[in-house]
């Protein structure tokens, strides 16, 4: 397959060229080459390289910053999915589009199947429900693939890094870490996420949603926890209620993965599992870095 990556040198799309690497063709464009605010610019570029798939990882993803410009939250992750859906149409591509649990709000106990109906509590999740139904509209060929709390080795643009490489660089900088016990999510390594994308499109899945977090779940306190311990850092740590907060956050957004058996896709590993394999695989904290410093 010929694979246009849009968002392709964030923390998902490097680890998406890095899976499709030997099994596919990669186009990776910079920013500066494909806006996806650029509606005209969107159709013009994708019928110059004619790929055959879409994946549209591009996103204005900042929770706070979405709530003070919801105009460049929907510019980007609605207006601007559309735009990329549109354009896979005309050039006959399939689209991707990359989403967030936070498209629900947090209230259903036991987690989210791929066919609940969303219901946003914030701008950023009111912003990426959007840009799933505009993908579908878009191009009717399309795969919502949802993902949770995602952590990757090349950070987060605009977050100035994951939150398991803050924990641990605070940590080691001797700050005291408190951090929220009440907020349930399924923790999603990037690599975990690239490959079940690929898997879904080697295996021609039907067009629709499906969820690609880790299995299991926690909250952000375990989390924190379990990497500062896998990653030999002793801290100082304590659980904390989520209390006032400038955004509202969903309480319970744990995705539930019901079709990739479906379609014979092995299961997803758990969290800790995936944990354990970034931190051995980090440049700092794996073999040889400063683990444990």
Known sequence: MRLLLIGGWGQLGTDLALAAEGRHE???????????????GCTSFLEAVRPDVVVNAAAFHKVELCEQDPG??????????????????????RAVY????????????????????????NVYGLSKAAGERATQLGCPDSLVVRGS?????AGSSGKGGNFVDAMIAR?????????????????????????????????????????????????????ARRALELAGVEATIAPRPTGEQPVRRPRCSVLLDTRGSLLGLPPARSWEEALAWYLAHHPRFGPGGTRGS
């Not at 990669?26 to 005209?40: C, G, K, S, Y």
């Open 26 to 40: 990669i186009i990776r464009p910079r920013h500066a080459e494909l806006d996806v605010t650029d509606a005209a």
């Open 72 to 93: 460049r939250a929907f510019a980007v992750n609605a207006v601007g999915a559309w735009n990329v859906a549109r354009a896979a149409r005309v050039v006959g591509a």
């Open 98 to 121: 990359v989403s967030t649990d936070y498209v629900f709000d947090g209230e259903q106990v036991g987690g989210y199947r791929e066919d609940d109906r969303p219901n946003p509590l």
């Open 149 to 153: 709390g995602l952590f990757g080795h």
């Open 171 to 223: 940590a080691q900088a001797g700050e005291p870490l408190s951090v929220v016990d009440d907020q349930i999510f399924a923790p999603t390594a990037t690599r975990d996420m690239a490959e079940r994308i690929l898997l879904l499109l080697e295996r021609e899945a039907p067009p629709g949603v499906y969820h690609a977090a880790n299995a299991g779940a926690c909250s952000w306190y375990r989390f």
